[in-house]
């Protein structure tokens, strides 16, 4: 068992509120909500941490007390009236079962929301200053609007109540309409709401105030607020101390959740949201100065990614309660593992935010390795064991190879894993070697453990033929054989590199490149970071309106950090159309894709991400002989049924992954879960 | 004639002489004792006993080893017979029929039988466990004895002449053993005889196991042995009983551990201390043997570098009375141990660092990691254990233990409270008011803690209204069932293996099938050796379907883990671990699992490192095929969804 486990399983009292140990998940928005109210696949969501052993968890992140703060962006959760509460009902009942805490947090947006939507009300602020990030000019409270919100809050914590919440949280942080009256960057009142740091505090006292009036003293309210603001203009660490020990100390507040920094633009969201870049538990210590001037516990989030880290943080008194949440995200049975001695079994979230990066896109919240997160009602966090045990071949050990064969071996199944590479992890083993995506590592090595703790006969430096794989009798063949690059369609497409070839090191380059993408993912803005910090000129053009259109917005400003920082130039909307020598060197003629004007570069190389295509020659040799010609019945796959061909007549082939169509870690995971899970 | 008849005369006095020396050899015994202590001894219903506690107590133990069993019973029953009738034979009516002497002739030959299955034993090469020495001239004396005294009775029998030259024999090989009375093997047969007229612990010959330590007139001026003279005086002829056949060095943990411990050899240097130090033991040493002075007395210090015992011979004993369940002359090696380590800790307050550590934390805080009370339930958050308060009454009180506070058997607790919970049974813990149950502090010495610990637990219990307590740790369901009754408290006490077997029998537990996992049980010494609960546990596991077989030693006979008698913290270095040898002996039955019961054997045998067989605690592997009887999960309660 880890260091300091003992630390993290102790129990914690709140107001006589017992939390089982001091591992929780905060506050977020997966996007599971649906009308404003948490239905089935939020609550099972929250449910299977709860089965995990969680001691508390905390659901809707921005759940809305008021009509002026919506709560259809992000699909949130409203609090604003009573048909909320029979969902809370079923919600706690169905936490409770398990022995774990629920907890919701209410917050009221301000300006950090959407004026154009649901009853298109203007955003509101203690002042009207325009955000950067939800990019509206919030209108200015009147004295009438604030007695109106805080009336608001105590309402919403009453049906919490009601609800059978075990408490609930407000949120200060994140740049919320607390803290909009609390910093100096958007507070410019002149009223008692405004000026001295007491008068800027007046507002959330308020709210604090009428909430445990509604709600009773025996009810657990607490407050998450940033620990530092980090910005000039912003609150400094010792303001955000003396709030948290001003309220504590009033009685305001029954637990403080502290993180580091705030949300206002790109790079603020980036850093409050801290992706694999950033060391383990960068903003610890803001915490754990709070701790040192209240008397109340603290919590802290923010990229504790494993239970050592948190056990730490635990054990030295840093905080009270360590919340987990993209750990659970990516492995909600962690807790149970722990204490089952089964920490070796821990999926660790490697910090890739492909979570949070789809929510603020409009999309729901699912792990980049954990395909079941997310779709308890019809995924597996568990895998079952089959009634008929069969033998199945897998081809190819990357993400959706490997999790072929875990989910097979879980079902009791006899498997073969053949890898021609002497090592497994597919494309992730490129991916990882770019800087600071070297944590992506994480995804296979966990896979690895796993097959081969089940049984799994891994074949690495093997590479699978039609004879070996019908020497193997098997029922069922798997063909997860990846995607190879792509060198896209320009004339003299031949003369590029691809950016795989300048991250597996099959290339060193230098002198001058010009890196074409298309695609808009992180492959292109890894491959230009390792080509610039090798010493490279980067051009770094792109079709898209700018570079690295597609990576999420925790992940997108880290690559515009470091490509600055190397003097990379970003050359957007622009095609490639040909490559051309010139002496010993090449010419790249790009054509603009608005204006279609054309211009030429000449570079000392070309290297262009175009995607993948597949590798499917094994594929293609072994179809004819199989039952069902390589096809997967999709709507079996979508019932959630076992594929309807009869294996008695001999074997099912099956595709998953890149070797399909070139897409992404999850979705060839989720290919082989979905698959497998029914085999 | 003549001649022949006076040889056979010649062998009845013979006889009559060595019974002499015999006794006068007992007699300068006899007074040593005398220097020990008084003891209540019931002398008439010991002697009345003695043949029945010889010949079905002994023998079940001699009986083990069947080879030993039958040199005995040939030796001594040859030995016995053959002299007795030789030395009636002074008698003329007897003396003079040819017919009687072939009977002793007969006698006689049957001795010498069993004297050259003796020899056999010890020639050519004397197994490690038996001692050299005396012992190795045994097998020539009894058979030069055996031989001579044949020669006259036959010699006698046949009416043929040539029996002076035999009694001259004899006489010679007779004299030569009956003086190794005072001080040599043949002292265990009439001390040993005496030793089960006069024992200890008479209860051990009527059917129960008798483990309970006698507790400590705290008001004394001398607490615990210091010397020999602080034994009562029927312990010091329990030492004297000692055969040195070494079987308690065979079973023994600490000694195979390369631990200075031998059982057999502490039990020699006992006597050698009432004989003023001198000490001609010719058996294995204490593995490691730390240096001492090697003086004693009577009255001399026993403990100490500069006299007969190192501490760390003292303190490397787990207590898991192995030894004692060996020894074929029912000596209370771990009764002398724990009243050594009383003098240590209550009079000179000479405990190793580590527990006098626990020790003080126990002092303190009642507990012996020095953790709150109220921490105890810490591993049930979130499980609502209801509490035990007076006014309230309750079929079972879950008695959680040391073990609680570790998160490894916190999961054993886990597993046991939801079975509990699915067979309905009516149970509450004592929360915060449960204290250390005293086993640690009694085992290393600290008899005021333990008593003190035992009294306030007493007068807790007292006030509650419980039918019964359950455990799941072995040290706790001692001390609360065979300890505490001479504090006051009597208690209906269960082991979770016996109570879950029983829940199981009454069908309140609808168990699936483990089938084809392959498990090996680990009996704890405290349940198995201290309260013979072997059956249960093993009934269990096989009611889940589970391919169980056997280690090497197991049931009353097991290794133990290394875990008792606060070992772990006296953590007096050896050459191996024990639980690395105990784990050994499950490695070799090819089992997946070894099934525990208690929380020290648990934490002992999951702490050795390497490929091994999972350690989990019965409980967990019944929650398992609970679990596996399941069947499906019931179907998902859905959440409340919006109508359309």
Redesign the interface.
Known sequence: ?IAN??AL???LTIKGL????RVMSTSHAPGYG??G????R???YHEEKAKGGI?LTMFGGSSSVALDSPAAPWNQVSVADDSVI??FQ??SQ?IHRH??RLMIQLTHMGRRTKWDTENWFPTVSSSPRREPASRTIPKELEAEEIARIVRDFALAVRRCKEGGLDGCEVSAAHGHLIDQFWSPSVNHRTDRYGGSLENRMRFGREVLEAMRRAAGDDYVIGIRMSGDEMIADGLSHEECVEIAATYARDGLVDFINVLGGQARDDMAHAVSLPNMSFPVAPFLHLPSAIKREVEVPVFHAQRVTDLATAARAVAEGHVDMVAMTRAHIADPHLVKKL???REDDIRQCVGAGYCIDRIYVGGDALCIQNAATGRE?TMPHVIPKADVRRKVVVVGAGPGGLEAARVCAARGHQVVLFEKNAAAGGQINIAAKAGWREALSGIPRWLVGQVVKLGVDLRLGTEASEEAILGEAPDVVIIATGGAPSLGHAKGAERALSTADVLTGKVELSGSVLLFDEMGQHNAASTAEVLATRGCLVEFVTSDRYPAQEVGTTNQPIHYRELYKLGVVFSPNLDLIEIYPEGNRLVAALRNTFTDAEEERIVDHVVVEYGTLPVDGLYRVLKARSVNAGQIDLDAIVAGTPQPFDLAKGFALYRVGDALAGRNIHAAIYDALRLCKDI | MSAAFSATFGLSLLVWLMAAVALAGIAARVALWRKGRAAHVDWAAGLMAMPKRYLVDVHHIVQRDACAARMHMLVAGGLLAGSGLAALGIVPALGGSRVYWALTALAFAIMLTGACVVGLRRYPKRPHRLSGGRFQILPWLLMGYATGALLVAALAALGARGGLVALAFTAAAGLALSSQTARGPMRHALAGALHLAAHPRPARFSGTRDVALAPVDLEAERLGVETPADFAWNRLLGFDACVQCGRCEAACPAFAAGQPLNPKRLIQDLVGAMDGGTNDYAGSPYPHARPVAGTGGVDAPLVGVAAMIHPDTLWSCTTCRACVEECPMMIEHVDAIIDLRRHQTLMLGAVPEKAAAALDDLRDTDEAGGRALSARADFAAGLDLPVLHPGMAVDVLLWLGEGAYDLRHGRTLRALVRLLREAKVDFAILGAAERDCGDLARRLGDEATFARLARENVATLSALRFARILTADPHALNALRNDYPAFGGHYEVWHHTAFLDALVAQGRLPLGTLAGLAVTYHDPCYLGRYNGEVAAPRRLLDALGLARSEMARHGTRSLCCGGGGGAPLSDIEGERRIPDLRMDQARDTGAAVVAVACPTCTAMLEGVSGTRPEVRDVAELVLAAFEAGQGAPAPRRRALELQP
Do not use: C, H, V, W
Request: hydrophobic share 30%.
């Open positions: 068992m486990a003992d399983l102790k129990p017992t939390i089982r140990n649906k009308e109210k948490p239905q089935e939020y609550q099972l001691g029979p969902f079923s919600f169905r022995g774990a204490s089952e001695g009602a």
